[in-house]
């Protein structure tokens, strides 16, 4: 579960905890200021950046940890991702990409570096992803083998999820987790909103051969 704001800053270098605890009345003071005006902000004032931290950390959080799988690496990588953003916000400029598409764009660097630091896929954890594939509603009188059947699907597809490249899993966390629309998605990965219907289009196609692949290896095993 997500530590405090303060407690991952602490974890990443001294620089970030100082500009993760706004206190009450600071948080009042910014709580009408927009993303972009607080990143202004930021470059001198250290308390405007803890403003932006605790806004963004929580969902920041949870994509890391669907990325990563594991919540010791989530919080760490959580705050590494915010002690990079505080070294370079002055590099930020609001020219029509949100301030939370940078962190994201931040976020998939740090995930990146890890994975490749420690020569481990991206691998979303099956036990967590309730949004990805929540099963279907089923009243008290439900067959029990149709809600057998639906969680295997359930867990099928998201052992498939974990076969796709990088990028790929990078989509579908923003897509289906984060909920984000086709042109929020194409903000972050640096792509047209039409590049990204089509990666996901392409996504969703190899899903399917990846389940298919599985069903007929099953199958194969069964007989």
Not at 104 to 116: C, E, G, L, P, W
Not at 118 to 135: F, G, H, Q, Y
Not at 139 to 158: G, T, V
Request: a negative charge.
């Amino acid at each position: 579960m997500l530590t405090s704001a303060s407690s991952l800053a602490r974890e990443a270098e001294p620089d970030a905890a100082t500009a993760t605890q706004p206190d009450h009345a600071t948080a009042e003071l910014f709580a009408g200021e927009s993303d972009q005006a607080l990143a202004r902000r930021a470059r001198t004032d250290r308390e405007a950046f803890g403003v932006l931290y605790e806004r963004y950390v929580a969902t920041i959080y949870r994509y890391v940890f669907y990325r990563v799988g594991n919540e010791e690496d989530a919080e760490d990588l959580t705050a590494r991702v915010f002690a990079r953003a505080l070294k370079h916000i002055h590099n930020y400029n609001d020219r029509g990409v949100p301030f939370t598409a940078w962190l994201y764009r931040i976020a998939h660097n740090v995930v990146a570096n890890f994975h490749r630091d420690n020569s481990r896929r991206p691998a979303i954890p099956l036990d967590e992803v309730e949004t990805l594939c929540e099963p279907a509603a089923q009243s008290d009188h439900a067959d029990a083998d149709q809600r057998i059947d639906s969680e295997r699907d359930r867990q099928r597809l998201l052992r498939a999820i974990r076969m796709l490249p990088p990028e790929r899993q990078h989509l579908i966390v923003l897509k289906f987790v984060e909920q984000l629309q086709n042109a929020e998605i194409g903000q972050i990965m640096n792509r047209s909103e039409g590049a990204i219907k089509s990666l996901y289009h392409r996504t969703l196609l190899q899903l399917r051969e990846i389940m298919d692949e599985s069903e007929r290896t099953r199958t194969l095993q069964r007989t």
